[in-house]
């Protein structure tokens, strides 16, 4: 099974500032990688798919990178409604799995 | 629009069963491989298992292997987790998650989740 470790696991960012999150994976996955946000009491939303594939109407200000065991999800300029936890999927191998999260918190 | 919409879900006592169903729309569903994922409260996300779009390949995680099977209906566009011998350890919200391309792959639209709540 192809662990998923995240960092950090909060991270504190003010409004309009960047940041950005990690994802490493146990063994290469290629570039079968996805990102999703979630707010509280909802549903995951795919924003990222191939590594760096913005998904249907995601903003630009959200980019991924990365291939192999490395990667990286950058938004550009924080909005309130960016702070939310975001979460890292292989789909590379079964199972799949998912990170275990980075909650991006208003400081 | 796609439209996921989980019913099923409930308290259940350990040793139980429960089924999911998820009804979709706004989609052509026999062309989509589709997907459990969970959610324990509080905790992250666990994938459970996957079905293809014509339901002849299945995959599931090691936790429900055995005792969870995923299945679709194709004419009624509806997915189905048949979860039996419940624990403790199977609570969690319950999504339904359109996969992108096919099986094993990301998922582009997800339901609201159904509660799963296994207790005495």
């Known amino acids: 099974e192809i662990e998923m470790t995240q960092s950090p696991a909060t991270l504190s960012v003010s409004p309009g500032e960047g940041a950005t999150l990690s994802c490493r994976a146990s063994q290469s996955v290629s570039s079968n990688l996805a990102w999703y946000q979630q707010k509280p009491g909802q549903a995951p939303r795919l924003l990222i798919y191939?590594?760096?594939t913005r998904a249907t109407g995601i903003p630009a200000r959200f980019s991924g990178s990365g291939s192999g065991t490395e990667f990286a999800l950058t938004i550009s300029s924080l909005q309130s409604e960016d702070f939310a936890v975001y979460f890292c999927q292989q789909y590379n191998n079964w199972p799949l799995t998912f990170g275990g999260g980075t909650k991006v918190e208003i400081k | 629009e796609v439209q996921l919409v989980e019913s099923g879900g409930g308290l259940v006592l350990p040793g139980g069963s429960l089924r999911l169903s998820c009804a979709a729309s706004g989609f052509t569903f026999s062309n989509s491989a589709m997907n459990w994922v969970r959610q324990a409260p509080g905790k992250g996300l666990e994938w459970v298992s996957t079905i293809s779009a014509s339901g002849g390949r299945t995959y599931y995680a090691d936790s429900v292997k055995g005792r969870f099977v995923i299945s679709r209906d194709n004419s009624k566009n509806t997915l189905h987790l048949q979860m039996n011998s419940l624990s403790a350890e199977d609570t969690a919200v319950y999504y339904c998650a359109k996969g992108l391309f096919g099986s094993g792959s990301a998922n582009d639209y997800w339901g609201q989740g159904t509660l799963v709540a296994v207790s005495s």
């Open positions: 191939g590594a760096s």
